[in-house]
């Protein structure tokens, strides 16, 4: 794969929610985590993935027919896709009417990401919006990422990167002074509990917090609240002491758990993980926000 | 709680007490006015005709004239309990005068109908309906529908049965769409017009003929404007009465100081601001007892109410909190016009609309921000009496303060649709290609839905002359000219959807069609237009349009200052559409011929292959409002093929002194998206026969999928400047969008770019908690409803039934 181009598996245009003003966020794919409630399974791994959309299946069972690779079989409740047969050719995707069948994943280039996010650049000028990376994990293509933040510089538009930052600090101290905002995941400052949930040690992301926080970078702190897993009181604490010693004025967004994503595991043929676990309560969000605010953080709910 | 908290954002603070005051009579207002069932009233109906039959000597002007005083001097007056202005557009609250002089063909069909027909529904009594039919049976054969009917030529009838043209509204209710010069009546009051008439009528040499009609002319507004006065009078007396009874102090007092207003005005020019609103509304409703049209409009009644409440706030005669409550006490009063309607004309008409356009922000006539504390108070009021009438408009100047923008986004929050964003941006440009000065252009306001007109200078019918069907035309153009519905032949263009070889040839054939439409379209106008001329002038109506009484004639006869019309077209979006996916499917990939198309579209997509083939044509070929450029092009170029046409044909005014005399496009389609539906058949773009065709230049439903912004540059994307008729763009949002500042400021932000972008209009409505759980119960009719939560959005359809839940429990909580 070329360095100015990657797979992109979506453009979200009026984004109101991921950095100031009306954006275009860019899901870029793979990323070195593995979270428990991520949302987005299908940016994990760097490739393109065939998603059934059973509610919108028409039941001509065309597609059955027209696979190269004998991946799709038709049961009583619909398409079964066999993975580990399909090879993401398309076929069955392009012949699908209903849209039943589509691909996750689109291949990109800097250029041609760029052209469409420019295509509401006036948008961007009237509310002091932009454009926000997202994933994935933006910095698992560095080399990408780093054409995609050049172009958007050369376009003047206000550049937002939706990041855990599990990555090399060059890499992170090459990009910071492009990037006007960091919407930096912190998941929690436990790493035993880190490794237990994402798979990965949180000591490359609190790392870098600290580069970033230290160089006077924009930072705005994303935590995802998931009931039992991050919200103790402990967790709190640590997190609060974590940010006051390093960032005492940053703007906290508190992410609330939520199962937008359970649709989507069951169109990727993924079994979704927290499978008993209920969203947060709205008291308890409420009691988090206050503590996070009492602490003099900014502090909101969603972003 | 919550209207006091918007109150606050305006700026403007309102003392607590008033404020306090003013909702409770609001309130009880606004209660009563809802358990009022709707009913027919036939007082005018009735001493119009006997005021008819008594003087059929009379030329007709002063015919209808005379009637029009016979009505105010004998129609039955009431006032409601708490009310601050007189003057009511019946004999019973909530009743609907009948217009026979337009139509009774439907009223002898319909009257027993009234009370069951499916919606509009109106309570009848016994006495009234003998009544009625009786005054009906008079009329037989000499209404302006009959007229119409005779005089319309044979092809123009028969492309109306088709549905490509439909013009009944323009036969059984005349035209409307009017604003009077409310300045004028206000500075010189009833007694000045008079007096004007008067000076012209002495000055007239009566040896040139040209100067006959003008003496019955200037005779006819003297009897017209004394009928205002007379009815004025007579409420003057009436509230002196009910003063002298009242046990209450508080309204005793309020009684007998209306009498003194009404003794006063609207004979004498208005001298305080209570007197000025009460000017305003005699004079709009007695224009709308005169003569049957709707989208009779207020204007801008933030810039001419304006000095009358600043010259009593700075005497210390009134505060903010007063002003609020006598302006909703007019917006009560505007909503208690309601008009009833041939069911055929309600079904394009649904709900009882009058559109009474009220017109805020803007600049000047000399280009400066036209916004003050009128502005800001008129929005308060709206906020108050969230009714569908007056329908708000809200113009946006780039010379405009945010902090008025911000106002109008916290009352569109409140969720029922107003106001309505225009742009200043697009709009003086595009009335100044048609003619119109600059310092008229800028004083533009909005007349019925989207209309952008002079204020007191532009003659009847600004919008709502013949509705064309592109959808409908489409149909016949792809059938070889004939509808498929009726058999009736409008043209052959020599080939059709099964036999064209390339798309060039379809494109031709819709051209073919077009031209021979508009042709039509124009012939129908020049009929209706000479009728309703001949016989249904409007005397009250001219003495307050610039221009008619220095000419000595009706607007119709080309007294007023501008004449420019419109007509509204409607399933533009789906014939470019359709269009596309006939050019992308058949001509461009090949996937199907189009013979196999035609087939499937006569069989209205059935079994289970056509079934997937519409499913290829609704979801593979582009559909407009996703920002792709080939299809908005498409869509531009279809609007373009019209206008040509259209921009041939001068009014029916030509030579006879206004400027313009020309009519030009508009979206405003208004509830005629659904019965133009009714009548075509399958459509390419994957549209079942029978379904709604797109509202305005909105897509098709559930077809735009790349949000907002995608939506808004695609709506640029059409010629918009030369839609100076207006164009129509409904979005949907949900609450949680608007709930925070941050959300607010957004939407004010999504509003400034779509208008940098070339936009016209935008109206918003804000997705309530009920309509997610309609969602729910019914998700077919909300395909398009999207959702979002934190960084993530997705069609509420298709979502899991508890995360749906979620979502309604979130949005509740976000409000």
Known sequence: MPSDSGLIFEIERFATFDGPGIRTVVFMSSCPLCCAWCANPESRDPKRRLMYWKNRCAGCLRCAASCPAEALTAGSGGITIDYRRCDCCGVCAEGCNAQALTLAGELMTAGEVMERVSRDSVFYEQTGGGVTFSGGEPFARFDFLFSLVTEARNRGFHICVETTSCAPKEQIARLSPFINIFLYDIKCIDDAKHIKWTGVSNKLILENYRYLAGNGAGITVRMPLIPSINDGEDDLKQARDFFLELSPRTRIDLLPYHRLGVTKYERLGLAYPLTGLEPPGAESIRRIKTFFEEAGFTTTIGG | MELWKISKFSGFHLEPPLWAGAPSRIEAIRGKVFEAVQSVCPQRA???????????????????AKAFRSVLRNIDLFIEDHQ?????????????????????????????????????????????????????????????????????????????????????????????????????????????????????????DLTQPENHHKRIFYESVIIAYQGMIAYAERYSSMLAALAETEKDERRRAELAGLSGICGRVPRLPASTFHEAVQTVWFAHLLSQIESNGHSMSFGRLDQYLYPYYKQDLDAGEITGGKAVELLACLWLKSFGVIKIRPWSHTRF?????????????????????????????????????????????????????????????????????????????MMIPSLMDRGVSAEDANNYAIVGCIEPIVPGKFGYRAAGMTFTNFAKLLEI???????????????????????????????????TLMKRTIELRVQGEHCIDFALEELVPDAFCAGLISGCIARGKTPKEGGSIYDLVTGPETGIVNAANSLEAIRDIVFDKGVLSGARLAEILRSNFDGKEAGNIRLLL???AGKFGNDIDRVDELAALVYRIFMEEQEKYPTARRGQGPIGCLSYPCTATISGNVPSGAIVGASAEGRFAGEPLTEGCSPYHGT????????????????TRLITGGNLLNMKFAPSSMASDEGKEKMMGLIKAFYKLGGWHVQFNIISTDTLLRAQTHPEEHRDLVVRVAGYSALFNELEQSTQNDIIARTEHAL
């Open chain 2, 618 to 620: 609704l979801n593979k």
């Open chain 2, 349 to 425: 008409s649904g709900g009882s609309p009058t559109y009474q356009n009220l017109t805020l922000g803007g600049i000047t006539p000399g280009g400066g921000d036209a916004v003050n504390e009128l502005t800001y108070l008129c929005l308060d009021s709206i906020a108050l009496t969230r009714l569908p009438q007056p329908n708000v408009s809200a113009r946006y100047n780039e010379l405009n303060p945010d902090a008025y923008l911000k106002k109008c986004m916290d009352v569109i929050a409140i969720g029922f649709g107003m106001p309505a964003m225009h742009s200043d941006r």
């Open chain 2, 704 to 719: 735009d999928k790349n949000g907002p912004t995608a939506l808004l540059r695609s709506v640029a994307k059409m010629p």
């Open chain 2, 46 to 64: 009735r001493y119009l005709t006997k005021a008819y039959m008594e003087n059929q000597s009379d030329p007709m002007i002063k015919r209808r």
């Open chain 2, 84 to 204: 601050l202005l007189a003057g009511n557009y019946a004999a019973r609250p909530r009743a609907a005068s009948i217009f026979p002089e337009y139509s009774v063909n439907w009223l002898l069909d319909e009257i027993d109908e009234l009370p069951r027909r499916q919606g509009d529904r109106f309570a009848v009594n016994r006495d009234d309906r003998d009544e009625l039919i009786g005054i009906a049976e008079w009329w037989k054969g000499k209404t302006l529908e009959d007229r119409c009917l005779a005089t319309l030529p044979e092809p123009v009838l028969d492309i109306y049965a088709t549905g490509v043209l439909a013009a009944g509204g323009n036969m059984t209710s005349g035209d409307g769409h009017i604003m009077l010069d409310f300045e004028a009546i206000l500075r010189e009051g009833a007694s000045g017009i008079i007096a004007g008439a008067s000076e012209k009528l002495e000055a007239l």
């Open chain 2, 477 to 511: 153009a792809l059938n070889g000219g004939a509808d498929p519905r009726t058999g009736i032949l409008i043209e052959d263009p020599g080939v059709s959807l099964g036999t064209a070889s390339s798309f060039e040839e379809i494109m031709t054939a819709f051209r």
